[in-house]
């Protein structure tokens, strides 16, 4: 049986008609993209968080690497208390949540035209974007220093190669020799990093029977988160190991030679068997060519949605970030990543928005079974975030609660990192 052209006209029209009438589409809307540049503890967190129990969303993370090595612990793989295979965390659980995953290198942001581009040749589409791209360093700040010298004095602050040059570097060291640590100004990556390495070098050093070496922090600042209680963990574990100098004693660090190991300041010209540069930082590469920074080098963020003060398309979160109090840390950035979807999915998929407290929590190891910790609380207000109720550990906490402590930061790890990656 064959069906006259007029019937298929007619029915055509009836339909397009009840379509109007009913307000249907005749093809479905389609999903909100949300594309997330960057795999860490932030964006990795937000891409699992957008899928939590709803596919109202189409969500794709674009990361470079197939495995992301963990900046927070792995001081304690320089110390000889983890390894570094522990250290690894592939993206199996971010994929089983939803979000799509595509590996490679995103070479720019055409903020005007809503796409990133990728190194591979493809472009992706977004309705909002989320970067996260970590941190990079300003190169130039220490005199003397460059990318290419981080082979020989490397900064051990991103990156797994980097964690192993340190290692490998401490393994070798022997007797009598000296290690400097350049601790850079704020705002930098996890504020007591600089601090624990020194404590976790000792350490490694202590258990090898190592003798006669001196661990020198150059440090940029005038103080330094938890100072007390590292400089009295150095004095009952490491008596005479470890000294720290800040501007008013070195006078200013005038210059490394990757040539020499030496490192010039206004007290002294030391000539080192190892040193460990950590630059002055600023935000990722991708956060300053896209034009998202200000005259800090970081990204300001509206503190109650995260979305960029430049870009309210773009939500910025982790160490790229700044928006008043919060540090930059991996929980931090857990955190920021969870807010940021709970606010898309509220935007742009009906989902609830409720009150949202950040909160930090840091744990340092300053031996094995003795570790200290401080935070926070923090709010949003006027578009910043505000410390409230802060904490740190005391001087005459007990060996019962420093070994405790030392476990929190094993179980807090644990979760952590499956909240992060499933």
């Not at 070098?201 to 090898?208: G, V, W």
């Not at 995260?306 to 982790?318: F, K, Q, R, Y």
């Amino acid at each position: 049986m064959t069906t006259s052209p007029l019937l298929t006209r007619r029915s055509m029209i009836g339909a397009l008609a009840a379509t109007a009438a009913f307000g249907c589409p005749a093809i479905a809307k389609a999903k909100p993209r949300i594309v997330v540049v960057g795999g860490g503890p932030g964006g990795a967190t937000a891409a699992r968080y957008l899928c939590h129990g709803s596919d109202a969303l189409d969500v794709t993370l674009v990361e470079a690497n197939r495995n992301y090595v963990t900046p927070f612990t792995s001081n304690l793989y320089l110390g000889g208390l983890k390894n570094f295979e522990a250290l690894n965390f592939g993206y199996y659980g971010v994929a089983a949540s939803g979000a799509k995953l595509v590996f490679d290198r995103v070479t720019a942001i055409e903020r005007d035209a809503k796409q990133v581009r990728l190194a591979g040749g493809g472009r992706l589409d977004y309705d909002r974007l989320i970067l996260s791209p970590g941190i990079d360093f300003r190169w130039n700040s220490v005199p003397g220093y460059s990318q290419q010298a981080a082979a020989v004095m490397p900064h051990g602050y991103q990156g797994g190669e980097q964690f192993q040059l340190v290692k490998r570097q401490l393994d070798a060291l022997g007797d009598g020799g000296t290690i400097v640590i350049i601790a850079p100004p704020t705002p930098y990556r996890c504020p007591p990093a600089p601090y624990e390495r020194a404590s976790m070098m000792a350490n490694a050093l202590k258990t090898r029977g190592v003798k006669n070496v001196r661990i020198v922090i150059l440090d940029y600042k005038d103080h330094f988160a938890m100072q007390p209680l590292f400089t009295d963990g150095w004095e009952r574990h490491y008596p005479g190991m470890v000294e720290w100098q800040d501007p008013t004693i070195h006078g200013g660090i005038k210059e490394v030679d990757p040539r020499t190991m030496t490192v010039v300041t206004d007290l002294e010209q030391i000539k080192a068997a190892m040193v460990n540069v950590i630059p002055a930082q600023t935000a990722g590469q991708l956060g300053r060519d896209a034009g998202l920074v200000d005259e800090s080098g970081f990204c300001p963020v509206n503190a109650d949605t995260m979305t960029s003060l430049i870009d309210p398309a773009i939500h910025v979160i982790g160490d790229s970030a700044i928006g008043g109090d919060f540090p930059k840390s991996g929980f931090a950035a857990n955190n920021e990543g969870k807010l940021t979807a709970m606010i898309i999915r509220a935007e742009l998929a009906g989902g609830r928005r409720l009150p949202f407290r950040f909160t930090n929590h840091c744990w340092s190891t300053l031996a094995p079974n003795d570790a200290v910790k401080n935070g926070a609380r923090y709010e949003p207000r006027d578009g910043r975030i505000v410390m409230i109720e802060p904490y740190t550990s005391q001087l005459d906490e007990s060996a019962e609660l420093r070994a405790k402590q030392a476990r929190e930061a094993t179980g807090w790890y644990a979760g952590m990192t499956t909240d992060i990656f499933g």
